[in-house]
């Protein structure tokens, strides 16, 4: 019942367009373009709601195909989680107190502007990105330091001993799972928070 999201506030609809906005990135680079010509808003809702339903039914099968293909162990599945590994940890440093979409956007402004950085995706590729966040309503910057972020980010699930899976992007539509030492995240963090030549004591 798509109607149903007329009940949202603005920022609990802006936080769902932050999964959005990653499935775009991770898998569906024609979603990624549309977005950018007429993103989806409570406004949208209200105009065409059959479009809105699309863009979820399309977000369904997106998350439903990289969970099959998890089904045959090619590990996928962690494609789900871009921008999740710092977003998790902003979220926390936040005290959940700033919604989940906002803190994967972020996480996903943050990771984006390290792979820059490091030449692993192209220079345009974060700022792509941050308009589509920031067209939807969501923050892909914050204040806090890479410090405080990777504290929080040693408790991620996603954590296996000394290192962490991230997903990393080269382009819209196609993302990396890297296996990264946690010296490498809290330097990546510093990066994509604009901190770089902090000390990186961890
Ligand atoms: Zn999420």
């Known amino acids: 019942d798509v109607g149903c999201l007329a009940t949202l506030t603005p920022e609990q609809f802006a936080d769902g367009c932050g999964e959005v906005v990653k499935h775009a990135v991770i898998a569906d680079p024609e979603l990624f373009a549309e977005l950018e010509k007429t993103p989806l808003t ?22 439903r195909a990289v969970v099959v293909a998890d089904e045959c162990e090619t ?12 977003g998790h ?6 005290n959940f107190e700033l919604g989940h979409g906002n803190c994967v956007s972020i996480g996903m402004g943050i990771i984006t502007r390290a792979a820059a950085l490091h ?3 192209d220079a345009e590729l974060p700022a792509r990105i941050e308009e589509l966040c920031a067209r939807h309503g969501l923050k892909t910057r914050c204040e806090l330091s890479a410090d405080a972020v990777f504290a929080e980010a040693l408790h ?37 928070l604009g901190q770089k030549g902090d000390a990186f004591a961890c």
């Open 75 to 86: 590990n996928q599945r962690k494609l789900l989680n871009f921008g999740h590994s710092a």
């Open 156 to 192: 991620d699930k996603k954590r296996a001993g000394d290192t962490i899976d991230l997903v990393i992007p080269h382009d819209i539509g196609r993302c990396s799972i890297d296996r990264t030492p946690l010296s490498t995240f809290h330097e990546l963090i510093a990066e994509g």
């Open 42 to 63: 409570l406004e949208l809702l209200n105009r065409d709601v059959a479009r809105v339903a699309l863009i979820i039914a399309r977000n369904i099968d997106i998350k």
């Open 89 to 94: 940890a902003v979220e926390a440093c936040e």
């Open 119 to 121: 030449g692993i995706c």
